[in-house]
């Protein structure tokens, strides 16, 4: 069972270059979200999907997009990459209803842009 | 503005002690709160959970408290281990309970 798997694990970028972050999970949830992890900021949510064919703005959404293409998989792309959004990038899922709310992570992307 | 706030500096225990976490939120109302740990180049892992409704909870040799009047959650590892040593972070539901927000996290080390 593989739980959450993201692509790739290490990226670097120049300034102004775009990517796709990939996330996909085996585990039938309802939810996802994708969170950027910076020193001493601790997680802080982009975009999340409440489920298949809903996407929502987290806390800091600018400078990204993403797509929910089906229950399994949730990309984050970023159109024209800024050193700002060095990072390590995690996805995430749940089951989504009220009574469970248990995050499972990826092992997340580590993104550098020069 | 919203914030949610642990202990930026780390935590230094001996290894038997217990280990007493806190997480203090403002302008949040959540329904429930969670801990989460994470090793160096990990994700994070889920701990436990606690409803707005509860006032402890129990995992083992962890704890976690939910005072919503104080607006404060505390989390405790009794009879703390060297393999305890990890960065724990807060959670909690923010506008909905499909929205979660972390708080930075504290790190505890255990010193043998």
């Known amino acids: 069972n593989a739980g959450v798997t993201q692509t790739p694990k290490f990226q670097v970028l120049k300034t102004g270059q775009s990517m796709t972050l990939q996330c996909a999970q085996d585990?039938?949830?309802?939810?996802m979200y994708w969170y950027r992890q910076d020193p001493g900021m601790g997680l802080r949510l982009i975009y999340y999907?409440?489920?298949?064919?809903?996407?929502d703005k987290g806390e800091v959404p600018n400078g990204y997009n993403v797509s929910r293409l089906n229950k399994r998989e949730f990309s984050l792309r970023l159109e024209s990459a800024a050193p700002s959004q060095t990072s390590v990038y995690f996805c995430?899922?749940?089951?989504?209803?009220?009574?469970?709310?248990?995050?499972?992570f990826g092992e997340g992307s580590r993104l550098t842009v020069l | 503005s919203q914030k949610i706030e642990q202990n930026s500096e780390a935590l230094n225990i001996q290894e038997g002690k217990t280990a007493t976490l806190t997480c203090n939120y403002t302008?949040?109302?959540?329904?429930?709160l969670q801990w989460y740990r994470q090793d160096p180049g990990r994700g994070p892992v889920f701990l436990l959970l606690?409803?707005?409704?509860?006032k402890e909870k129990r995992k083992e040799r962890l704890k976690v408290t939910f005072d919503t009047t104080l607006k404060q959650s505390l989390f405790h590892i009794t009879a703390s281990q060297p393999a305890d040593s990890a960065t724990y972070l807060c959670?909690?539901?923010?506008?909905?309970?499909?929205?979660?927000?972390f708080g930075s996290g504290t790190k505890l080390n255990v010193k043998p």
């Open positions: 995430a899922s749940s089951t989504g209803t009220a009574n469970t709310g248990e995050l499972f």
């Open positions: 585990m039938n949830h309802n939810s």
């Open positions: 999907s409440a489920s298949e064919g809903t996407t």
């Open positions: 302008n949040y109302s959540p329904a429930y």
């Open positions: 606690i409803r707005e409704n509860e």
């Open positions: 959670a909690l539901d923010g506008d909905n309970f499909n929205k979660f927000y």
